[in-house]
């Protein structure tokens, strides 16, 4: 029996490549997310690092997204789409180990992102402001 290469291993599938779909179907035969419209949600890199707000970045990109409407498909699936080109590093990885669990819906995602990369310590400031208001 012949071993597998260690390329094999290594190589991307297909699967990874596209993300999962949305919940809301897309009606439209066939689109397009062009090139120019990709860089720009990518100049919006998020990397998960501590000093970076996640709500800041989720304001722009949905700010960004809203400039493009696609025939037959929804700001949410459109958004759906995009954010994988928004995250990088640390971010991208949680993207990939979490896509898989908030059941096609983009609210979902969005809310386990602001938990996941909202720092402990900014949550204990605002609740501790809001007692002692």
């Not at 990874?16 to 009606?27: A, M, Y």
């Not at 700001?75 to 995250?87: A, E, Q, R, Y």
């Not at 979902?108 to 990369?117: G, N, P, Q, T, Y």
């Not at 909202?118 to 400031?125: E, F, H, L």
Request: glycine share 4%; hydrophobic share 35%; with cysteine.
């Amino acid at each position: 029996m012949e071993q597998p290469s260690i390329l094999s291993f290594s190589a991307l599938k297909g699967e990874i490549l596209e993300p999962p779909q949305s919940d809301h179907p897309i009606l439209a035969s066939s689109y397009e997310l062009r090139p120019d419209f990709i860089a720009m949600v990518q100049k919006l890199s998020f990397s998960g690092l501590y000093s970076e707000n996640p709500y800041h970045h989720l304001r722009e990109f949905e700010q960004v997204c809203s400039y493009r409407a696609i025939t037959g498909m929804s700001h949410d699936t459109l958004k759906w789409k995009l954010f994988p080109f928004s995250v990088v590093e640390r971010a991208k990885q949680w993207y990939t180990h979490t896509v898989g669990s908030v059941n096609r819906s983009w609210d979902e995602l969005r809310d386990k992102f602001c938990l996941s990369f909202s720092p402990q310590s900014r949550i204990v400031a605002l609740r501790r402001d809001i007692l002692c208001f």
